[in-house]
């Protein structure tokens, strides 16, 4: 990641701010993969369910790669766009961003694309409002 799509990144909102806690480490004194991957999922839940306007469930995850460790003491920020609405499901760019020396510093930790589908009622896929289509057009 440039420093100019970092900058660009780091000035949106991001959907998920979280700190990690000591039983989130492992051996390394590093933040497990695994809890960044559920922090990714939060977010993704979050905002897929925004554009679907309702329950979502993620159905893949492609491409995912960890650029840095997150630290102790690292603020952690999820950030999630949307790549494409289909019918049914929705493609999020989740990527995290680690807030280091009390924000003076950020760092791209990881990056990934994301899939949810919208869920009807039995749970079923569904049709993503149109609504939502235009307004997340990207």
Sequence with gaps: ????????????????????????????????????????????????????????????IEAMSFLAPILPRDIVSVYAQVERIGNTSVSLRIDVVAERNRGEEHVPVTSGLFTFVALDEQHRPRAIPESSKTKYKS
């Design 1 to 60: 990641m440039s420093d100019e799509e970092l900058s660009k990144l780091i000035a949106l909102q991001p959907v998920l701010r979280v700190a990690p806690q000591p039983r989130d480490l492992n051996n390394n004194g590093h933040i497990f993969g695994g809890w960044v991957l559920s922090q990714m999922d939060i977010a993704g839940g979050i905002m897929a369910a925004r554009v679907a306007q309702g329950s979502t469930a993620t159905v893949a």
